[in-house]
């Protein structure tokens, strides 16, 4: 099994909303990653979780919070954005020294 | 940070073509992945790639870590094949995995 599943697919939310975007691997894998790609853009890394612990955090502004509550899961909540923040958010895992697996993505809209 | 440049940055091709996807890295990597990204976002795995030649089917791979590049040939295209592909590096002891600025490749009928 090599899945991530991302939930929800979709989502639109107002800049006053307070909103969750949920990640699940159940791959052992204890590396997990949130990615932000912008339309005909490459995805950026947002944050890394290694071994559940925030390990890096590419200045994130403090509107996108992670959270990592066990191995399996990867939580990004989100609060008073931008309408700039609209975009595809993406999860990834993997094992240190192999291949990264991604989900199918949150498609994200802020009005 | 490692720059990792793709070319080229748009591609069509009509179908049965064959073609080469070129990836530069500006520093010695790690890991390397090959992606092809769907129409609906979905990243989905092609070649997990440090070193060497790989082949899957229509798809091969090669990646020369001391010259920093690696090449994704997709031979008899088919509409299917259409989307973005991507590269993406590891260096070092980061976890961080730098994506590629992205091949868009149409295949047409």
């Known amino acids: 099994d090599t899945e991530v599943t991302q939930t929800p697919k979709h989502l639109v939310m107002g800049m006053t909303n307070k909103k969750s975007l949920k990640c699940e691997q159940h791959?052992?894998?204890?590396?997990m990653y949130w990615y932000k790609q912008k339309a005909k853009k490459p995805p950026e890394l947002m944050f890394v979780?290694?071994?559940?612990?925030?390990?890096i955090n590419e200045s994130v502004p403090s509107r996108f919070s992670p959270e990592c509550p066990n191995s399996s899961l990867l939580n990004l909540h989100l609060h008073a954005l931008q309408p700039e923040d609209s975009a595809l958010y993406l999860c990834?895992?993997?094992?240190?020294?192999?291949?990264?697996?991604f989900g199918q993505g949150t498609r994200l809209t802020v009005v | 940070g490692i720059q990792v440049e793709q070319s080229p940055p748009d591609l069509i091709l009509q179908e049965g073509a064959n073609s080469t996807l070129r990836c530069n890295f500006s520093?010695?990597?790690?890991?390397l992945q090959w992606f092809h990204q769907n129409p609906w976002g979905q990243l989905i795995n092609l070649f997990y790639?440090?070193?060497g030649t790989k082949q899957n089917g229509r798809l091969s791979a090669t990646t020369v870590a001391t010259e920093r590049y690696s090449l994704l040939y997709i031979s008899s295209s088919q509409t299917t094949d259409s989307g973005v592909y991507f590269c993406?590096?590891?260096?070092?002891?980061?976890?961080?995995?730098?994506f590629g600025t992205g091949t868009r490749l149409q295949v047409t009928l």
């Open positions: 990834a895992s993997r094992l240190a020294g192999t291949e990264a697996f």
């Open positions: 791959m052992g894998h204890r590396a």
């Open positions: 979780y290694s071994y559940e612990k925030l390990s």
């Open positions: 520093d010695s990597v790690n890991n």
């Open positions: 790639i440090p070193s």
């Open positions: 993406a590096v590891n260096t070092g002891t980061a976890s961080k995995l730098t």
